[in-house]
């Protein structure tokens, strides 16, 4: 069982910058990928960006040039840095790991303001 806990979620103006954590229970050393989805309220929820054990990216082209993901093995922490925020980036951004079965954080509420 892997717990992921989110964090860093929370309400800024268009233009604004965010850095979301996402700590995992157990090391994420060989977890393959990683990664961020979003779910916009009555939308789909869509991958954001995943990140593989080798550093390997996949972003969606709306976050392309803006988005940032990270992972800190040491710390079994999993980050995204979103700068150039846009209101139609406003969602629960959930966090999920896949080892065999995908696990998912509770998530965290993104609010961009215009």
């Known amino acids: 069982q892997v717990q992921l806990v989110e964090s860093g979620g929370g309400l800024v103006q268009a233009g604004g910058s965010l850095r979301l954590s996402c700590a995992a229970s157990v090391s994420i050393f060989s977890i393959n990928p990683m990664g961020w989805y979003r779910q916009a309220p009555g939308k789909q929820r869509e991958l954001v960006v995943s990140?593989?054990?080798?550093?390997?990216?996949n972003y969606a082209d709306s976050v392309k040039g803006r988005f940032t993901i990270s992972r800190d093995n040491a710390k079994n922490t999993v980050y995204l840095q979103m700068n150039s925020l846009k209101p139609e980036d406003t969602a629960v951004y959930y966090c999920?790991?896949?080892?065999?079965?995908?696990?998912w954080g509770q998530g965290t509420q993104v609010t961009v303001s215009s």
């Open positions: 990140i593989t054990y080798g550093g390997s990216t």
């Open positions: 999920y790991a896949r080892m065999g079965v995908t696990y």
